[in-house]
């Protein structure tokens, strides 16, 4: 969601209208074209300004603004927007520990996902978030498959910088086919099979 819509959804939920807004955020009595022009994307508020839009609001300013991928609270707040477009896409979880040495984790019939607490998960039991998205959890599945295997050192650092920066061309269905963009430095499964 962009900014325009952003401050154009959170105005209403506030229950301003543009004229009153604009007055709100020092704009003037006249400058209510100049809000419109803000939330169809047509003009771009300065950071200062939208910074007091967000206090008039009462909302963080982040939530007012683009992701720019530098902190965990953006992210965060693009997970809010994403929620506020798909409603019921996201469905945070907190997981439960077991005494199962031979997995990591395990789905179960209930609600509760299992993690064995060794060297590879935090301290203290970790949230998980399943999205409801075929696509995305497609997307996901080949993240983690490339994950393992660096962690196994089948591919190198190198390649999977290389899988990340040129993603979606990269993709390859976990291995299964060859992706629009060569990204291995060699043939890992005719290497094996070599072997």
């Not at 939330?39 to 200062?48: A, D, F, I, M, T």
């Not at 206090?55 to 809010?80: H, I, K, P, R, Y």
């Not at 997981?95 to 299992?114: H, K, P, S, V, W």
């Not at 994950?147 to 291995?175: H, N, V």
Request: net charge negative; with cysteine.
């Amino acid at each position: 969601m962009k900014t325009g819509e952003k401050l154009k959804r959170i105005r209403k939920f506030r229950g301003y209208n543009q004229p009153e807004f604009a007055v709100m955020v020092g704009l003037g009595e006249n400058a209510a074209p100049r809000i419109a022009q803000y939330e169809s994307g047509y003009r771009v508020p300065s950071p200062k300004l939208l910074k007091t839009m967000a206090e008039v609001l009462d909302c963080n300013s982040l939530a007012l603004m683009g992701v720019t991928g530098q902190n965990v609270e953006e992210l965060m707040m693009m997970f809010f927007w994403l929620e506020e477009e798909h409603p019921g896409m996201f469905h945070a979880f907190q997981m439960q520990r077991t005494e199962l040495t031979d997995y990591d984790f395990e789905a179960t019939d209930g609600a509760n996902i299992y993690y064995h607490d060794g060297n590879s998960w935090p301290a203290h039991a970790p949230c998980g978030l399943w999205i409801d998205n075929n696509l995305m959890n497609g997307f996901f599945r080949e993240w983690l498959y490339h994950q393992q295997e660096l962690k196994a050192g089948t591919i190198t650092r190198e390649e999977y910088f290389e899988w990340k920066i040129s993603w979606p061309y990269t993709c390859d269905e976990c291995g299964k086919r060859e992706p629009a963009k060569k990204w291995r430095k060699k043939n890992t499964a005719l290497d094996s099979e070599e072997s």
